[in-house]
């Protein structure tokens, strides 16, 4: 059973930077794929990055050039460095892992482990 505990939420200024880190204590798998999502007050479930065991990775084009996604390898946390941070990336993050592909997705329904999720606050 894959066990995710995420951390690294918190209260920035826009502009600011946070790194977000998901860690597994539960069971690892040598391939998956791995992805942050948020989730605004009132609004659905939105995948930001993806990344696999062989380092592919996906973002959403709100985030592309601004976050990067990372993990050293299959036992190491998951991370989301996230820079120059706006009041529409306030949000819940979760992260998820699910089974390998070659690139991974960013729907929910493709990740059946899931993080209890983490705050960001983007606000002056």
């Known amino acids: 059973q894959v066990q995710l505990v995420e951390s690294g939420g918190d209260s920035v200024q826009p502009g600011g930077s946070l790194r977000l880190s998901c860690a597994n204590s539960?069971?690892?798998?040598?391939?998956?794929?791995m992805a942050w999502f948020r989730q605004a007050p009132g609004g659905e479930r939105e995948g930001v990055a993806s990344?696999?065991?062989?380092?592919?990775?996906r973002y959403a084009d709100s985030v592309n050039g601004r976050f990067a996604i990372s993990k050293e390898n299959n036992k190491n946390p998951l991370y989301l460095q996230m820079n120059n941070l706006s009041p529409e990336d306030t949000g819940i993050y979760f992260c998820?892992?699910?089974?390998?592909?070659?690139?991974?997705?960013?729907?929910?329904?493709?990740?059946?482990?899931w993080g209890q999720g983490t705050q960001v606050t983007v606000s002056s």
């Open positions: 998820a892992h699910g089974p390998y592909d070659r690139i991974c997705s960013l729907e929910p329904d493709q990740y059946n482990y």
């Open positions: 539960g069971t690892t798998y040598r391939n998956y794929c």
């Open positions: 990344i696999n065991n062989k380092y592919a990775r």
